[in-house]
């Protein structure tokens, strides 16, 4: 079965650039959600939408946004990053009606900043 | 504190036994979710119990849920050195609520199965 697709896995960037990772949900599903996981820390909630509108908005910088397209894929956009951005960020898909189903979660993207 | 907090931190046992993990949280949920974090890789989603679902079973796992008590566990039986990895639960919104968008985690319990 297809799963949530993340890319790319890993990059590495220097401080002050800038970072777009990708998302590509399960077919069908209309939620996604971005999570920010430093090391060794749980997974924290960045931003989520759901028919192509922000649907949640959690602890996302103002250096980052985020938007999900017509065909349900999201780009997570962090510009003028800072070594505190390194992180492994996932990308979780699920279906938003009639009631949350489960929530499933892409292998990440591991960003370094240097 | 989070919404979503796992007890123990740390569970070390031998290949063979049972383990189990205790996640509570703070407000009303349509349901809450296990998932299981291999160190450094994704997370695999393992099983969602549903606020007026008390009990489910999945192969060697068995969640329970007391919506009274606001606390969830999962029971891990015969456990193998496969399973070691670190567990989190995660919950959704408010019951009722119009919030579909955000799954918020607990620290998470690091599993050790030794051979």
């Known amino acids: 079965a297809a799963g949530v697709i993340q890319s790319p896995r890993h990059l590495i960037k220097e401080k002050r650039e800038t970072a777009t990772l990708k998302c590509y949900p399960i077919p069908r599903h209309d939620t996604v959600y971005w999570y920010q996981q430093g090391p060794g820390q749980d997974p924290q909630f960045l931003i989520s939408?759901?028919?192509?509108?922000?649907?949640d908005k959690g602890s996302i910088p103002d250096r980052f946004s985020a938007q999900q397209f017509s065909d349900y894929h999201s780009e997570l956009n962090m510009s003028s990053l800072e070594l505190g951005d390194s992180a492994l960020y996932f990308c979780?898909?699920?279906?938003?009606?009639?009631?949350?189903?489960?929530?499933?979660f892409g292998q990440g993207t591991r960003l370094t900043v240097v | 504190s989070q919404q979503g907090e796992e007890d123990p931190q740390a569970l070390s046992i031998q290949e063979g036994e049972n383990a189990t993990m205790n996640c509570s949280y703070k407000t009303s949920i349509n349901n809450l979710q296990w998932y299981r974090q291999n160190s450094g890789r994704g997370l695999v989603h393992l099983i969602l119990?549903?606020?007026?679902?008390r009990e489910k079973h999945s192969g060697r796992l068995r969640v329970t849920l007391d919506t009274s008590k606001k606390s969830s566990s999962l029971l891990i039986t015969a456990s193998r050195a496969a399973d070691t990895a670190s567990y989190f639960c995660?919950?959704?919104?408010?019951?009722?609520?119009?919030?579909?968008?955000?799954?918020?985690f607990g620290q998470g319990t690091i599993l050790t199965v030794h051979p």
């Open positions: 995660a919950t959704d919104g408010d019951a009722g609520g119009t919030s579909y968008g955000k799954l918020t």
């Open positions: 119990i549903r606020s007026n679902e």
């Open positions: 979780a898909s699920s279906l938003g009606q009639p009631r949350l189903t489960e929530a499933f």
């Open positions: 939408f759901y028919e192509k509108m922000q649907s």
